[in-house]
């Protein structure tokens, strides 16, 4: 059974920088697609970046381009979201998802896999 676990969040001032881990357990994922998404109050669940496991292909929605790095640390089953240069629309609870087939989906319903969140909060 997959497991997703993130950490990594907390309350930081706008144009400081977080990184979120989620630890991945109970498959290989070498063939595996990994995303983050996040999801403030009163919205829905939304893309922020997707990444092929191994071959390190990666997709980013524009709110965060330049801002936020998606990568992956094989040896320890782990992905990772770098943000840099948050600003307080970034604040939201995020969630890391995983799917076992190909593409780089930017839709919620395409990954079967999910963690529990991690709250950002960015003050101004």
């Known amino acids: 059974q997959v497991q997703l676990v993130e950490s990594g969040g907390g309350l930081v001032q706008a144009g400081g920088s977080l ?3 989620c630890a991945a357990s109970g498959r290989t994922f070498s063939r595996y697609t990994m995303g983050w998404f996040r999801q403030a109050p009163g919205k829905e669940r939304e893309f922020v970046a997707v990444i092929r496991w191994i071959a390190g292909i990666t997709d980013y929605a524009d709110s965060v381009k330049g801002r936020f790095t998606i990568s992956v640390d094989n040896a320890k ?4 979201l770098q943000m840099n240069s948050l600003k307080p629309e970034d604040t939201a609870v995020y969630y890391c998802a995983g ?6 989906p930017r839709s919620a319903g395409q990954y079967d896999y ?3 969140g991690t709250q950002v909060t960015v003050f101004s």
């Open 77 to 80: 089953n782990t992905l990772y």
């Open 114 to 116: 999910w963690g529990q």
């Open 19 to 21: 990184r979120l881990s």
């Open 99 to 104: 799917r076992s087939s190909s593409g780089l």
